[in-house]
């Protein structure tokens, strides 16, 4: 008696059999579905029906469409490349925005090679290092998507959920899309303390604004281009999460309010050994801009 095991071939007529038949033929088909996302999406929903399509963020992209991605960067050189790479992959029509801080590693001589690399990055230096806030502002100015996206310059966030974060809006359901980590998507186990004080800001903040947001301090926020370039925004630092959201949140003389979404996001979050920059102080600088804001403009 053997003890070897052996793979048997396929059968005559077998799955397997019959694709090897048609893979000539299948060939043009998948060159054109590489070449095409839109060709990929109108075959899935031939394969899948248009509602499952949706459901799962599968959808054709407007003609002339544009996303303004905004990426503030300080000292990120170890995972800055990577992440625009990855920003990149990501089969919508668009811009990036890459404002340096005033770094001091590595990270100028990156943004100059990713600016030579990409004919779709463009890349500001901030004078002096003046915070997320002041960055995302310089930012903003240099928009001309559709939609704008904040994008942190770390591994965090995860691009490839952009599908589903603008998805509301091109639906025409919202103004303002944000992504809350905690409704529903996996996320690294890190620190319990961050994200009691998450939930607390959060908290404060819809007292203040009589929203139902889940996530305030989160990363991913979508507007309509107009929306963003509209703004007078102040805050130099993270203080720019209760100021938008305040501000977003405020009724407007004469016109409706701006209709906000929230959907679930995947999170990542690093430790401060890989680079973690926010810290008490941040906190207690979210909860002054949350009353202010509140208050006044």
Same mark, same amino acid.
């Not at 770390?154 to 992504?179: H, N, S, T």
């Given at each position: /008696?053997?003890?070897?095991?052996?793979?048997?071939?396929?059968?005559?007529?077998?799955?397997?059999?019959?694709? %090897?038949?048609?893979?000539?033929?299948?060939?043009?088909?998948?060159?054109?579905?590489?070449?095409?996302?839109? %060709?990929?999406? %109108?075959?899935?929903?031939?394969?899948?029906?248009?509602?499952?399509?949706?459901?799962?963020?599968? &959808?054709?992209?407007?003609?002339?469409?544009?996303?303004?991605?905004?990426?503030?960067?300080? #000292?990120?050189?170890? $995972?800055?490349?990577?992440?625009?790479?990855?920003?990149? %992959?990501?089969?919508?029509?668009?811009?990036?925005?890459?404002?340096?801080?005033? =770094?001091?590693?590595?990270?100028?001589?990156?943004?100059?090679?990713?600016?030579?690399?990409?004919?779709?990055?463009?890349? @500001?230096?901030?004078?002096? #290092? /003046?915070?997320?806030?002041?960055?995302?502002?310089?930012?903003?100015?240099?928009?001309?998507?559709?939609?704008?996206?904040?994008?942190?310059?770390?591994?965090?966030?995860?691009?490839?959920?952009?599908?589903?974060?603008?998805?509301?809006?091109?639906?025409?359901?919202?103004?303002?899309?944000?992504?809350?980590?905690?409704?529903?998507?996996?996320?690294?186990?890190?620190? &319990? $303390?961050?994200?009691?004080? #998450?939930?607390?800001? *959060?908290?404060?903040?819809? $007292?203040? *604004?009589?929203?139902?947001?889940?996530? /305030?301090?989160?990363? &991913?926020?979508?507007?309509?281009?107009?929306?963003?370039?509209?703004?007078?925004?102040? =805050?130099?630092? @993270?203080?720019?999460?209760?100021?938008?959201?305040?501000?977003?949140?405020?009724?407007?003389?004469?016109?409706?309010? $701006?209709?906000?979404?929230?959907?679930?996001?995947?999170? =990542?979050?690093?430790? &401060?050994?890989?680079?973690?920059?926010?810290?008490?102080?941040?906190?207690?600088?979210?909860?002054?801009?949350?009353?202010?804001?509140?208050?006044?403009?």
């Amino acid at each position: /008696m053997t003890t070897a095991l052996t793979q048997k071939a396929p059968a005559p007529g077998t799955p397997a059999e019959k694709l %090897a038949e048609i893979a000539p033929e299948l060939a043009p088909l998948l060159e054109r579905m590489a070449a095409d996302p839109n %060709a990929r999406v %109108a075959l899935l929903e031939q394969l899948l029906g248009v509602n499952a399509c949706r459901q799962i963020g599968i &959808y054709p992209i407007p003609p002339g469409f544009k996303l303004s991605v905004v990426i503030p960067v300080y #000292n990120e050189e170890r $995972w800055l490349a990577e992440l625009v790479r990855r920003v990149q %992959a990501v089969e919508i029509p668009k811009e990036l925005i890459l404002v340096n801080d005033f =770094s001091k590693d590595g990270t100028p001589a990156i943004l100059a090679q990713l600016e030579k690399q990409y004919d779709n990055v463009r890349v @500001f230096h901030q004078p002096k #290092n /003046m915070g997320k806030g002041a960055a995302l502002r310089e930012g903003f100015k240099h928009c001309t998507g559709d939609l704008v996206i904040v994008q942190d310059a770390d591994w965090e966030y995860d691009p490839a959920e952009y599908p589903k974060l603008i998805q509301p809006i091109l639906d025409g359901r919202a103004d303002v899309v944000i992504g809350s980590r905690f409704i529903g998507e996996s996320h690294r186990v890190l620190y &319990y $303390w961050h994200s009691v004080g #998450n939930k607390v800001l *959060t908290t404060l903040s819809n $007292w203040c *604004t009589n929203l139902n947001l889940t996530d /305030m301090e989160t990363c &991913y926020k979508v507007f309509k281009r107009e929306i963003i370039q509209g703004m007078t925004l102040k =805050s130099d630092r @993270f203080g720019f999460e209760p100021e938008v959201t305040a501000k977003i949140a405020r009724k407007r003389k004469g016109q409706p309010r $701006w209709r906000i979404f929230e959907v679930p996001i995947s999170y =990542s979050g690093r430790t &401060y050994e890989e680079g973690k920059k926010i810290g008490m102080k941040d906190g207690f600088q979210a909860l002054y801009c949350i009353i202010r804001y509140w208050l006044a403009d």
